[in-house]
């Protein structure tokens, strides 16, 4: 069975920093690229940040430069360093693969406080 399972979530003061990680187990994801999504109550989906199989990084406006998404292929695992919080930062952020079928993690909930 494939899971993507996140961690790393948690409460921070707005200008703080958090980093999440997201385990794959099942199978192996170092030929397909990962991506950081982020839902927050009322609101779409939005792509976070995505990540190559070669390390090629993309983000949304948003996040750019203060945010760092990363892998560990020998661990199956990858991060995302989030810095210089905002409180609409707030969502739940959810780990995705693409590998024919999609995977989803079920979300790590951050809350960035003022």
């Known amino acids: 069975q494939v899971q993507l399972v996140e961690s790393g979530g948690g409460l921070v003061q707005a200008g703080g920093s958090l980093r999440l990680s997201c385990a794959a187990s099942?199978?192996?994801?170092?030929?397909?690229?990962m991506a950081w999504y982020r839902q927050s109550p009322g609101k779409q989906r939005e792509l976070v940040a995505v990540?190559?199989?070669?390390?090629?990084?993309t983000y949304a406006d948003s996040v750019k430069g203060r945010f760092t998404i990363s892998r560990d292929n020998a661990k199956n695992t990858v991060y995302l360093q989030m810095n210089s919080l905002k409180p609409e930062d707030t969502a739940v952020y959810l780990c995705?693969?693409?590998?024919?079928?999609?995977?989803w993690g079920q979300g790590t909930q951050v809350t960035v406080s003022s």
């Open positions: 995705h693969a693409r590998a024919g079928l999609l995977y």
């Open positions: 099942g199978r192996s994801f170092s030929s397909n690229a």
């Open positions: 990540i190559g199989s070669g390390g090629t990084t």
